[in-house]
């Protein structure tokens, strides 16, 4: 590859990485290509880019996106899934995949939202709910308190006003 070429690639996946909001790096030897490229699809379809760079190039691509760390786990032959989105995505689609991939799909690390993550802690990621899902626990929680409150007031006035419609009652009986 002419020099031209490897500088637009380590500009570009610096760039990517730069901004994703996780990078998983996975050593694919021996998996078919059907599967490399079934595998992709899926990454495709969840909104993760799923790249192969040469080790040095991604050495320096991370140098220059301002990521340290990772250059240990970058021997052999790598892959990138990188989201931009909800971190725990490409994690999500490898573990829906595995059945497919027979164990030869080896997650290394992980760069996630800012901290450098081993293959130890990476497994627990996948069960991790989406950003949208944990928000929307995160309101369901906050709104039960004042769905209190608003029964617990809408009880009192309503008892309150029964209250009322009985002395009222009672009063038009006396009269009458």
């Known amino acids: 590859m002419p020099t031209s070429q490897k500088?637009?690639?380590?500009?570009?996946?610096?760039?990517?990485?730069?901004?994703?909001?996780?990078?998983?790096?996975?050593?694919?030897?021996?998996?078919?290509?059907?599967?490399?490229?079934?595998?992709?699809?899926?990454?495709?379809?969840?909104?993760?880019?799923y790249r192969v760079v040469k080790n040095t190039l991604a050495k320096?691509?991370?140098?220059?996106?301002?990521?340290?760390?990772?250059?240990?786990?970058?021997?052999?032959?790598?892959?990138?899934?990188?989201?931009?989105?909800?971190?725990?995505?490409?994690?999500?689609?490898?573990?829906?995949?595995?059945?497919?991939?027979?164990?030869?799909?080896?997650?290394?690390a992980a760069y996630f939202e800012g901290q450098l993550i081993g293959p130890d802690r990476i497994k627990g990621l996948a069960k991790l709910p989406s950003r949208e899902q944990l928000l929307s626990q995160l309101m369901s929680v906050m709104q039960a308190p004042m769905t209190k409150l608003v029964g617990t007031f809408h009880a009192s006035i309503t008892k309150f006003l029964l209250t009322l419609k009985d002395l009222e009652d009672k009063k038009n009986k006396e009269e009458s």
């Open 7 to 49: 500088e637009q690639v380590v500009s570009e996946m610096a760039e990517k990485f730069a901004k994703a909001q996780s990078i998983f790096l996975a050593d694919f030897t021996g998996i078919d290509a059907n599967t490399i490229n079934d595998l992709r699809k899926e990454f495709h379809e969840a909104n993760v880019e």
């Open 60 to 108: 320096i691509s991370f140098e220059n996106a301002g990521i340290d760390g990772i250059n240990e786990f970058l021997n052999g032959v790598n892959s990138y899934a990188i989201s931009y989105d909800d971190p725990t995505l490409p994690m999500k689609v490898v573990d829906k995949f595995k059945g497919n991939l027979d164990d030869k799909f080896a997650i290394k």
